[in-house]
RNA sequence: GCUCCCGUGGUGGAAUUGGCAGACACGCAAGAUUUAGGAUCUUGUGCCGCGAGGUGUGCAGGUUCAAGCCCUGUCGGGAGCACCA
């Protein structure tokens, strides 16, 4: 027998199953559809590493195995192509995008087939591609048209260095998400996508759809619900109301004064009241100076400005009361003030002791000299709630006031903010908007798109944070598609979440020049059933593309309210040195370089083995030589090869069992264990000596997702005809899943004292009078009195003495 | 600060969800084969002990016939959110 040579037969199953296209979905086929969708990869100049292999080869293994068991599979791959590292590649080589884009997607579209996925490499998608950011700007029109899509004058997270403003998302801990400098506020014009008119129906989706707990978790804390009341509080001397939220509506009676943020509107409005007015700007310039990032991540002392002549009145007992203004209350959570209950909650309580306001301890069981208390307890100083000992109750007892009074209602807030949507940069998708004198911000007609991203020489960004687009007068100047005027075009572009936000609706239809996918497609193909990516990418990604998702769904442009069924996240691969794998740490594996010395089907079988697919693992190559042992072992298996037809005696159930583990862990994403599974087997096969043609032909298909090259080589060469590609996934039958004989322990007092053997199907009785019969469970008893016998079916005797 | 996850041999990790801890693999040791190196094969390998045996899942308690798994406390590591009213 030759020895195995993966260099030419991995290149060579790669060619015959292009050439065989066994990997194309068909639409509309009678056959059961399966649509298994990986997180495109962005391609950027390095490549891709190891990490992205072991990302798709999860759904990789389930993907063949679905095609196995006679399901018509969706398994696309595409690229998001769109985005900053390319942009500045660009500006530092000089090099245009596109050319830039083309070169990274040809490299990387090289390394994934050498692993041999089965991709269908026929419905291959580029976010940055015309025809496709065509319908990434049709939809955009669409919220637009629908209102979900408005313009406003704020303060912008602004990244000095990147010259963008920058979503929250993108600016988490005051960096920058892209270069990590400091993120600054600016006032900018800013589009939104109004995503938080869709917050309850984010939320609610969760309910239908299939995702990890932990992700789950973490789009529901995005979201941020939380549900409280409204209060209005009268402003001494005006006729205004200082509306505030609470979500403790049942402390009401122990507010002794109220907090606003330094840039609420009412002030303004009141200035000429409020006696200290000069305090009040004097302690905005002060705030003005500091960053979003020092205002809420340092944990400091409360600061702030009592106002003079401006107090209000608590609504339920009428006691005056004052009120601060301060930084720790935010404008753009709530109303943008607080009643404060220094008595029940820690940063009322700091700001009460430092400027010395009284603190009226409304629910017993604190301590008021030490710190605030939030558990529950007996109301007391409450009026008509006192003697209440339920949180819950109080409040219900309370909103039922505040409602029946006309001073307040149950509300609800989100912690999630709305989407902020322009980006000043040249590499993205143009905001198809017109900026007309007379007519104000006018769409694009729907025909008139695809509206192009103009050629340029210089993709550098204005020193003002100007897009590069506005340098070109060719594209800023045109007619107002409404009146004729001319006016000027937004220069802006979108962010690199647009183009990612519907990409698997176009994989179901990606070369259709009418619509961005046909609607009997859609509903052929229906829901993504499994979704694989990284953890990093729940709260950002995965909720704009469900925003998007739903919002085609409301228009009636998709069949679906939500797009994924099941979501699952995959742990990353670190470098071996335990850190997470970066380019300045050189501690990057690439792909190719294992695939040039142990071969794909190595690589493959040594990502899912390494450990549990959701935690995070050090690479480790001596380990994977243990991988290449066993594909050596696998191919020697053709050496022991016998003339008997089926199953063995020695080995039918190890097969049998075999089977059902494999298939039953490749759905629960336990790929490690079923590859041991395999492994285990492979070592009963050579204790027994020998293998039967219907054992290898078992054995080969059940690692084939796995290692699909060896295994198509290994048909071939034994003839077993057809490829595996095509094949038939194996069946397990239960019965014989069982062993005739069975080891069970027996212990006295929970210690193993014995393991006897019985007949697997022994019942309780016979068990313990065999246990009882070992000589070291009798010598164990001795004369002590049993007190209990217990038997666990097909696993232990435990006998209780005294 | 809050929320969630995780601590198992020299290493990566298994453990039917309360039922024989350490599957599978790496590494290591001894042996076989080999001119040698490499590769391959066999055997052994949690720790203490020559042994019988004891002991063992970060640490300390608890529940149970039985705990890696459940409960309480504590220490350590990671992720997410973060003055959210």
């Known amino acids: 027998m030759e020895s195995y040579d993966f260099k030419v037969s991995e290149k060579k199953w790669q060619d015959k199953w292009e050439k065989a296209g066994v990997f194309h979905a068909v639409d509309n086929s009678d056959k059961k559809k399966f649509y298994a969708l990986v997180e495109f990869p962005y391609p950027s100049g390095a490549g891709m590493h190891v990490g992205h292999i072991k990302a798709y080869s999860g759904l990789e293994v389930v993907t063949r195995k679905r095609r196995m068991e006679g399901y018509n599979v969706l398994f696309p791959i595409g690229f998001d192509a769109y985005g900053l590292p390319t942009e500045n590649y660009a500006i530092k080589t000089g090099i245009h995008p596109r050319k830039v884009t ?36 049709w939809i955009f029109l669409k919220m637009f048209e629908k209102g979900l899509v408005f313009r406003d004058k704020t303060l912008v997270n602004y990244c000095p260095s990147c010259k963008v403003v920058l979503s929250n998302e993108d600016s988490q801990g005051g960096k920058c998400d892209i270069c990590h400098s400091d993120v600054v506020q600016k006032s900018k014009d800013v589009w939104y996508l109004r995503i938080t008119e869709y917050a309850d129906k984010l939320l609610e989706g969760l309910d239908s759809v299939d995702y990890l707990p932990n992700v789950r978790l973490q789009q529901e804390n995005w979201i941020g619900k939380s549900t409280g009341a409204f209060v209005n509080f009268t402003v001494k001397n005006t006729d205004e109301m200082l509306r505030i939220y609470t979500t403790r509506p049942d402390t009401l009676f122990g507010v002794t004064f109220m907090v606003m943020a330094p840039e609420h509107p009412m002030l303004d409005k009141y200035k000429d009241m409020i006696e200290n007015f000069a305090d009040v700007e004097a302690y905005r310039a002060e705030c003005a100076k500091k960053t979003e990032f020092e205002r809420t991540q340092l944990v400091k002392e409360k600061t702030g400005v009592k106002l003079q002549g ?118 993205g998708e143009p905001i198809p908007i017109v900026h007309c004198e007379k007519c104000g911000t006018v769409a694009v007609p729907y025909d008139e798109l695809p509206l192009k991203l103009p050629e340029v020489e210089n993709f550098e960004p204005g020193s003002d944070g100007e897009s590069p687009l506005a340098k070109i007068d060719s594209f800023v100047k045109c007619t107002c598609p409404k009146c004729g005027a001319p006016a000027r075009r937004e220069t802006d572009t979108m962010p690199q979440w647009a183009g990612s936000s519907w990409y698997f609706l176009r994989y179901i239809d990606p070369h259709n020049s009418e619509r961005f996918a046909d609607m009997d497609k859609l509903k052929y193909w229906g829901m993504v059933d499994w979704y694989n990516g990284g953890m990093e990418h729940v709260t950002r990604h995965l909720i704009y593309s469900r925003f998007w998702h739903r919002f085609l769904y409301d228009i009636g442009e998709v069949p679906n309210p939500e797009p994924y069924a099941k979501r699952t996240a995959q742990g990353l691969i670190l470098g071996p040195d335990g850190e997470k794998m970066s380019k300045s740490k050189g501690n990057v594996v690439d792909p190719n370089d294992v695939v ?84 285990t087997l492979l070592n009963e096969i050579y204790d027994a000596g020998s293998i039967t043609k219907a054992e290898l032909k078992t054995f080969i298909t059940l690692l084939n997702p796995f290692a699909p090259h060896i295994t198509e080589e290994i048909n071939e060469a034994q003839g077993f005809g057809g490829m595996l590609a095509n094949g038939t996934w194996p069946v397990y039958e239960d019965a014989k899943c069982v062993d005739a004989e069975i080891e069970i322990a027996v212990q006295v007092n929970g210690k193993i004292k014995a393991r006897i053997k019985v007949a697997a199907d022994i019942d309780e009785a016979g068990a313990i009078e065999a246990a009882l019969a070992n000589d070291a469970v009798k010598a164990a008893v001795d004369e002590k009195s049993i007190v209990k016998k217990l038997y666990v079916k097909g696993r232990l005797v435990n006998i209780v003495v005294k």
């Open 102 to 137: 083309d070169m990274n997607i040809e490299k990387f579209t090289g390394q994934l087939k050498r692993v041999g996925f089965s991709f269908d490499w026929t419905r291959v998608v580029d976010t940055t591609e015309i025809g496709y950011y065509k319908w990434t700007q």
């Open 596 to 679: 040039d010395v142990y071969g794909a089907d190595v690589l493959r079988t040594y990502v899912l083995f390494m450990g549990d697919y959701e935690k995070a693992a050090p690479w480790n190559e001596s380990s994977m030589k243990g991988c290449k042992r066993f594909m050596d072992r696998v191919w020697n298996l053709q050496s022991i090869l016998t003339d008997g037809e089926g199953y063995s005696s020695k080995l039918e159930s190890s097969m049998h069992k075999t089977i059902k583990k494999v298939t039953e862990d490749i759905e629960a994403l336990k790929y490690n264990t079923a590859i041991a599974a395999l492994m």
């Open 310 to 427: 401006f107090c209000a009145v608590n609504p339920v007992n009428g006691k005056e009361i004052p009120i601060f203004i301060s930084d720790y209350v935010m404008m753009g959570y709530g109303t943008g003030a607080i009643m404060a209950v220094p008595a029940h909650d820690q940063r009322d309580y700091d700001f009460a002791k430092k400027f010395g306001v009284d603190i009226i301890e409304v629910i017993k069981g604190g301590d008021m000299e030490k710190e605030a208390y939030t558990g529950d307890g007996e109301m007391v100083n409450s009026g008509f709630l006192n003697g209440f000992t339920k949180k819950k109750a109080s409040i219900e007892k309370m909103l039922e006031y505040l409602t029946e009074k006309g001073i307040g209602e149950k509300g609800v807030q989100y912690k999630m903010k709305d989407w902020a949507f322009n980006r000043q940069r040249y590499w």
